[in-house]
């Protein structure tokens, strides 16, 4: 099941804000409405992102075929959505080179990077898995955080599609979904799509995962990105440099898989990438609140990147 994709002359997502509680497609017929389903995290994580930035330009071409001023501010209203996750303004881009040729030449542009996703998930599961054997040993119980599945990736997903492929081939031994304070993308969805899997799993809250990799209960870290910069910097989920922290206290290999579509070198480093802050509403009714959504792990805490084409050893001395 693709979680995005063009059906009919929209948009089609499931709704990833209601979920577990109810799966709901939602049909985005304009920019408003796909801008406002990226905002909301009705359609979220970096590959994701990278096909709904794409099928935003097509509907944009669609819809100001003959107003050139305003086909350039939807297609900037689209890259601007959500400012971290590099695969966004990369997926309106590639699909905005075509505009020159007109609206159809737009949505195949759309269609090859979803078809690329698909493909990048396909390849990472394996290349993933054989890693995870060979760093966290053959039957390895894991801690993964935010969400990295299909729901992330269209089908299959990058770090959850690892988790998948050990798990079909009898190499896992269990897994913890740590719950990605505030808006719960571990407990909601990973929860959600390890279970659709028969993967057996248990939820953890985010501070737990450092202590549980103390205890001697995971034997590795696995999980994705919104943007891995030049130096090897991975931009990830809040909490992710804890985890991080934690593995490297705990002596535990932390594994980053994330296409190469989420591979930046134009952004030297972690310092350079822009940290939405979503506010005080999410996450308390009573003060001020600081809330990044993401956070940068320095390169030196990561063990490996895979992507859908390599294997970066950064513990190796391995350069992006
Ligand atoms: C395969 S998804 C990798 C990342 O995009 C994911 O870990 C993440 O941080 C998503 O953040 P979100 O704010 O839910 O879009």
């Not at 709704?15 to 985005?28: C, N, S």
């Not at 030049?230 to 594994?255: Q, S």
């Not at 009573?286 to 030196?300: I, L």
């Amino acid at each position: 099941m693709r979680t995005i994709d063009w059906v009919d002359g929209a948009v089609e997502i499931i709704d990833q804000t209601v979920l577990p509680k109810e799966v709901r497609v939602l049909r985005l017929h304009t920019v408003p409405e796909l801008v406002a389903a990226i905002q909301s995290l009705a359609v979220r994580g970096a590959p994701a992102l990278g096909v709904a930035g794409a099928f935003g330009v097509a509907l944009a071409a669609r819809v100001h075929a003959d107003d050139p001023a305003a086909l350039a501010a939807a297609v900037t209203r689209v890259e601007n959505a959500r400012p971290t996750a590099v695969n966004l303004a990369r997926g309106v881009r590639r699909a905005a080179a075509q505009l020159h040729r007109g609206p159809d030449a737009v949505l195949a542009e759309a269609c090859a990077i979803r078809d690329e996703e698909v493909a990048a998930s396909q390849a990472m599961a394996v290349r993933g898995a054989d890693l995870v054997v060979e760093l966290c040993g053959a039957r390895p119980r894991l801690l993964t955080h935010c969400n990295t599945g299909g729901l992330a990736a269209v089908v299959l997903g990058t770090a959850l599609g690892v988790v998948y492929e050990l798990h079909r081939r009898g190499a896992l031994a269990g897994v913890v979904a740590s719950e990605t304070r505030p808006l719960l993308q571990g407990a909601r969805l990973t929860a959600w799509e390890l279970s659709r899997w028969g993967i057996e799993h248990r939820v953890a809250v985010d501070s737990a995962g450092p202590f549980l990799m103390a205890r001697g209960e995971v034997d590795g870290v696995i999980l994705g990105a919104d943007r891995i910069c030049a130096n090897g910097d991975v931009i990830n989920k809040i909490g992710t440099y804890a985890h991080a922290l934690g593995a490297r206290r705990a002596g535990l290999p932390f594994i980053v898989v994330a296409p190469e579509s989420t591979v930046d070198v134009s952004t030297p480093s972690g310092d350079a990438v822009p940290i939405e802050d979503r506010g005080a509403a999410e996450i308390t009714p009573w003060s001020d609140a600081v809330n990044p959504a993401f956070d940068v792990t320095p390169r030196d805490l990561v063990t490996a990147i895979v992507t859908d084409q390599r294997v970066i050893r950064l513990d190796r001395g391995n350069r992006i």
